[in-house]
């Protein structure tokens, strides 16, 4: 029940205008990219590679996942205080592929002549759908089909074509990262995994994930 007031929640929040108000950004230089971790306090732009994020929104249970790719901005107090809506705490982060970023202590810089107030408006309702959907998907999906589902959006966004139809998947997630992604116990989350790799759907090597594609899908189908 109050897994279902928070999807609630987070349909009215969608049904909102979430037209940010009209701010006067001043340009600042842009810092150095930041190989590792996140300056608290600053707003962060993915420069290059890409982070799984784990952050609270409506929920204080269960953080919403987002892949953040290059170009886009990952959640922050800040951030979030500068569209006016809510605020956020950053879980965790897991950078992919040697990810730097930009840095803004102050305020985002303007892009040309536009400001980027109207991108973080739409930022902002993107990531409010997106946990809407998470959140649904919990209510009413088994932790085995959000493992499959978060398996997938993440083989197909970074996965590198293996062999016999498999992907590997070139990230080292512990069994306390997929639970935490699909909301669930180390427990729950082990006995998926385990159960996908019975069905030799997901296989490990070297602490790699392998993943047939085609067969996971299937497999989540039926769910």
Same mark, same amino acid.
């Given at each position: ?60 249970? %269960? ?6 790719? !290059?170009?886009?901005? @990952? ?5 979030? #205080? $500068? ?5 956020s705490s950053v879980v965790r ?46 209510? %009413? ?6 493992? !499959?589902?978060?398996? @997938? ?5 970074? #996965? $590198? ?9 070139p990230l080292r997630l512990t ?49």
């Amino acid at each position: 029940m109050k897994n279902a007031q928070i999807v609630n929640t987070l349909e009215a929040l969608l049904s909102c205008d979430h037209s940010p108000p009209n701010y006067t950004v001043q340009r600042y230089g842009c810092r150095k990219p930041i190989p590792d971790g996140i300056v608290q306090g600053s707003v962060m732009l993915v420069k290059q590679g890409a982070v799984l994020e784990k952050v609270y929104l409506a929920s204080p249970a %269960h953080p919403v996942v987002r892949i953040v790719m !290059a170009g886009e901005f @990952l959640c922050s107090p800040r951030l979030l #205080g $500068l569209v006016a809506f809510t605020r956020s705490s950053v879980v965790r982060t897991i950078h992919l592929h040697g990810t730097t970023f930009h840095s803004w202590r102050n305020h985002p810089p303007e892009t040309g002549s536009d400001l980027l107030m109207p991108q973080m408006g739409n930022w902002y309702r993107q990531t409010l759908y997106n946990s809407w959907q998470q959140l649904s998907e919990l209510l %009413h999906h088994s932790a085995s089909f959000r493992l !499959a589902s978060l398996l @997938l959006e993440l083989t197909k966004a970074f #996965g $590198l074509a293996y062999k016999d139809g498999y992907t590997v998947l070139p990230l080292r997630l512990t069994i306390k990262d997929l639970a935490d992604c699909i909301g669930t116990t180390r427990e729950t989350a082990s006995m998926s995994l385990t159960r996908l790799k019975r069905n030799n759907l997901v296989l490990t090597e070297n602490h790699l994930f392998v993943v047939a594609l085609e067969g996971l899908e299937s497999y989540r189908a039926k769910l």
